[in-house]
């Protein structure tokens, strides 16, 4: 009998707090519900004010919604972590417009239970090897298809660890959960990025994104980047990547990223949705980062 058919019938859940932030997520929230709370011991709803139907969905699930000012994610969810009265062993960070495919949540099931990991055997996380976290590979929609290329998967992002074992990095942009001790597996199977709220929205948060991006750009250049080594894993090896590319040329960069990513990283194959998806986020998204590092001053980059 799978896993997920002995949970379904013993009507035993995982020892998991889920944290899900929000603001006006009425469009994408229920299905996050709906796919998770079979699952976890209980979820929580930091919400930022929402003006739809976000909180009434909430409350139909039985999760508990607890209202926080937004300054941005990292400050967000670190507050959550520092104030929500999490109860289990293990927390999950999820967004509004994700859910866990079935597979990984039979696969986090089998992992808390394996390998002294369990709740039960509170000895082990003490040590250096422990193992209090895992990465979980997105997989990332766009107009109802997977961007499977371009490089684009898989993404892997700590998503799931112990409590009081880790926190978000505090960033203006591209944050990272970061284990304080211990260290992290990788599981094999996905959770989806699925947003529902459509191209204009998604522009319009692109954008968003873009000022927040040169901000912590401009930031950096004064203080510099922190030890890379003690980020370890994909993380690491991301913002290599990135720091290697803000050294290039600005704009001209924007243009090879975009060529790379389409044509040799294949991005041509997730279609005309996947033309739409990397022209506009490795090309528009990037050139309108150095538009606006331009338009600050940071011309001779």
């Known amino acids: 009998m799978s896993l997920l058919k002995k949970m379904a019938k013993n009507t035993e859940k995982l020892p998991i707090s889920l944290i899900i932030l929000t603001y006006n997520e009425e469009l994408n929230l229920e299905n996050c519900l709906k796919n998770a709370a079979p699952w976890v011991g209980e979820i929580f709803v930091v919400d930022s004010f929402s003006t739809d139907k976000t909180l009434e969905i909430a409350e139909k699930y039985k999760a508990k919604t ?16 520092d104030n929500l009265p999490v109860k289990n062993e293990w927390i999950m960070r999820l967004d509004a417009d994700e859910y866990v495919l079935p597979e990984l949540w039979e696969e986090i099931a089998e992992k808390l239970s394996e390998k002294n990991i369990s709740i039960n055997q509170q000895y082990q996380h003490k040590s250096a090897s422990a193992i209090n976290g895992f990465y979980m590979k997105r997989r990332v929609y766009f107009m109802g298809k997977w961007m499977r290329h371009g490089g684009y998967y898989p993404t892997w992002i700590l998503r799931l660890f112990r409590k009081g074992k880790a926190m978000s990095e505090d ?3 591209d944050e990272h959960i970061i284990l304080s001790e211990g260290r992290a597996e990788n599981l094999e199977n996905d959770f989806v990025d699925d947003n529902k709220k459509g191209l204009e929205a998604w522009t319009d948060r692109q954008n968003k994104y873009s000022s927040r991006e040169v901000r912590q750009i401009l930031d950096l250049s004064r203080s510099g980047e922190k030890d890379l080594e003690k980020l370890g894993g994909p993380v690491a090896d991301r913002r290599r990547i990135k720091e290697r590319y803000n050294n290039l040329p600005i704009f001209g960069r924007a243009f090879l990223y975009f060529f790379v990513r389409y044509f ?3 991005g041509f194959l997730d279609g005309k949705e996947g033309m739409i998806f990397h022209f506009l986020h490795g ?19």
């Open 171 to 173: 960033r203006e942009m």
């Open 264 to 266: 040799f990283l294949g």
């Open 283 to 301: 090309f528009w998204y990037r050139f309108l980062i150095d538009a606006k590092l331009y338009e600050s001053g940071l011309k001779n980059k």
């Open 66 to 81: 607890i209202q926080h000012e937004f300054k941005n994610q990292a400050r967000q969810f670190n507050w959550a972590l």
